[in-house]
């Protein structure tokens, strides 16, 4: 229970960081609001995500077959 708790609060306190940084440092960056932009903001992290779920099923797939002895 407590191991879920700090996961929890860690968690909350990271996406507090991050909510401010994107809020007060942000605004400095000067970003054009433009379509493909907008494109790349909203489909940036499910590329990045599925990248990842790639690479973790790839690797996944390696190491079950070097440890069931099948070639």
């Known amino acids: 229970m407590d191991n879920q708790l700090s996961f929890i609060l860690k ?3 990271l996406s507090t960081i991050i909510s401010v940084i994107i ?3 942000a605004t400095s960056v000067p970003i054009a ?3 493909v932009n907008g494109l790349i903001g909203i489909l940036a992290p499910t590329v990045i995500l599925a990248i990842a779920l ?3 099923a ?3 797939g390696k190491s ?3 440890t ?3 070639p």
């Open 58 to 60: 790839l690797s996944y």
């Open 23 to 25: 809020k007060y440092a």
């Open 33 to 35: 609001a433009t379509s």
């Open 11 to 13: 968690l909350v306190i």
């Open 54 to 56: 790639v690479i973790r």
């Open 68 to 70: 069931s002895g099948k």
């Open 64 to 66: 079950d077959s070097q």
